[in-house]
Nanobody
Framework: QVQLVESGGGLVQAGGSLRLSCAAS????????MRWFRQAPGKEREFVAA????????TYADSVKGRFTISRDNAKNTVYLQMNSLTPEDTAVYYC?????????WGKGTLVTVSS
């Protein structure tokens, strides 16, 4: 059973930084695409960033490019999202997602609140 547990959310002032973690367990994740999504109040869930577990190839949404960095630690089975230069528009619940073939797994999310 795949489990994804996010942590690291919290309250931060605009211009600040946070690092989110996604601890993955339940199987070997090579071949998976690990992704971060977010959902702001009253809005649809949107893609933030992705990383190939095996190759480390990364992709970012235009809205976070240059500010956020996704990475993974194979030994710890953990994916990170380093978020810098945060703005109130980054306020959302951030979700970790693991995708392989047509199977997708989700964590329960961690709340990030950016105050102005």
């Amino acid at each position: 059973q795949v489990q994804l547990v996010e942590s690291g959310g919290g309250l931060v002032q605009a211009g600040g930084s946070l690092r989110l973690s996604c601890a993955a367990s339940g199987r070997t994740f090579s071949g998976y695409l690990m992704r971060w999504f977010r959902q702001a109040p009253g809005k649809e869930r949107e893609f933030v960033a992705a990383i190939s577990w095996s190759k480390g190839t990364t992709t970012y949404a235009d809205s976070v490019k240059g500010r956020f960095t996704i990475s993974r630690d194979n030994a710890k089975n953990t994916v990170y999202l380093q978020m810098n230069s945060l703005t109130p528009e980054d306020t959302a619940v951030y979700y970790c997602n693991a995708l392989v073939a047509d199977m997708a797994y989700w964590g329960k999310g961690t709340l990030v609140t950016v105050s102005s």
